[in-house]
Each structure stands twice: as structure tokens, then as C-alpha cells.
């Protein structure tokens, strides 16, 4: 996963960098699934003070950070540990796991997801773009749960507690959602 900073400045300045205004974060794709023969998805990261996402996990693939610049607490299981720069932390596969910027300084990361995903390389600008677009909730969730359930399938992300319970309705909505075109619409308004 190890970039020079110079390699990782010359992706950020060719790649296209997806904000979400909700969660204070911006995320560009340096190694995309298609670029790594499915191997990894490799993304550079920059986490503003307060940022952060939902304890989660992934079914399918594990989630490693390695910080660059910052302080980035990383949430393993309900242990957190501060990852200063140079540092790293790793998610294993179907762990419960969360990051945040609890400090007063901007934190920059590369984030590889392995194996790569697809689905979290079109998943994530969606998310994104429905944020900016005032389409989510105040939770950063979108406002239609046949597209939530859809992008969670699609990104390969579960909550805990209500994924292990309902993942037939997230399912079963998810499917709603592809057979209405919902898919369709949001990859070519968010993704082309």
C-alpha cells in the first residue's frame, strides 16, 4: 500500500475527489478494483476535527488504515486507538469497526480495502452525491430506504445489531430498488 507522497500527490491531482458535506470528510479512489486486478481498493482520505462514520463492518473484505498526516481514532471491536502518522490499524473481515477525527487538526490517510470492492468504489461517490444533494436525512442516511438498502449491499456495509436481524428486509428493499431502476439512475447521475 505504501505510496511516496509524491505518487500520491500525482492520483489526487488526475482522480476526481468526492465530498460528503454531512460527515466532513473528502475520499479519492488512488487504486481502483479494475487497477489492481481486484487485489485492492486503495483510497486517500482527508477527515476534517469531528468527522467519522458509523460503527460498521464489512462481510467480505477488511478495511486498513495507514495515517500520513493527523491523529485518527480507529475503533476495532469497541477498543479505539489513536493512529498517528506512520502508524497503521487494520479491520479484519466482519468486525464491528468505526474511524473519527476527535482532534482539532485535519487528518489525511490511505485506506485499503482488500479484497477490492466494486461495489464500494461505486457505492461511496453515490453516498456522497446524495449528501450534497440534501437527499440524506441528518444522519447522513438517505431519505429512501430502497436506495440505504441498496447502498449497503452494494458497499458491502452492515451495521451491527440491525444487518444481522433484518438483512433479509435490507435484502428484499434492495431488490425493490434494482427492479425500479434505482441503481440505473443513481450510478449515471453520480458516477459517470
Known amino acids: 500500500m505504501r505510496l511516496t507522497q509524491a505518487e500520491i500527490d500525482e492520483l489526487l ?3 476526481t475527489t468526492h465530498r460528503n458535506t454531512f460527515q466532513d470528510d ?9 487497477e489492481t486486478g481486484g487485489e485492492y481498493t486503495l483510497l486517500h482520505l482527508v477527515a476534517q476535527p469531528g468527522a467519522g462514520v458509523p ?4 462481510l467480505h473484505s477488511s478495511e486498513h488504515f495507514e495515517i500520513l498526516e493527523g491523529a485518527l481514532t480507529v475503533e476495532v471491536a469497541k477498543q479505539p486507538r489513536v493512529v498517528l502518522p506512520g502508524e497503521q490499524a487494520t479491520a479484519p473481515v466482519n468486525t464491528v469497526h468505526r474511524w473519527m477525527n476527535q482532534g482539532s487538526s485535519t487528518v489525511r ?6 479484497p477490492a470492492s466494486e461495489g464500494f468504489e461505486t457505492g461511496l461517490p ?5 449528501a450534497s444533494d440534501g ?7 438517505p431519505r429512501n430506504p430502497f436506495v440505504t438498502a441498496w447502498i449497503m ?5 452492515r451495521l451491527p445489531g440491525v444487518s444481522r436481524v433484518a438483512g ?10 434494482r427492479g425500479r431502476g434505482m441503481d440505473r439512475e443513481l450510478e449515471e447521475r453520480y458516477c459517470r
Open 109 to 114: 490517510a490511505l485506506v485499503e480495502i482488500t
Open 153 to 157: 449491499e452494494l458497499t458491502d456495509m
Open 168 to 177: 433479509p428486509v435490507i435484502h428484499g428493499l434492495a431488490e425493490r430498488a
Open 13 to 15: 491531482a488526475t482522480r
Open 135 to 141: 437527499r440524506s436525512g441528518s444522519n447522513g442516511v
Open 126 to 130: 453515490i453516498l456522497y452525491g446524495l
Open 26 to 34: 473528502a475520499v479519492t479512489f488512488l487504486r481502483t478494483s479494475a
Open 55 to 58: 460503527r460498521h463492518y464489512h
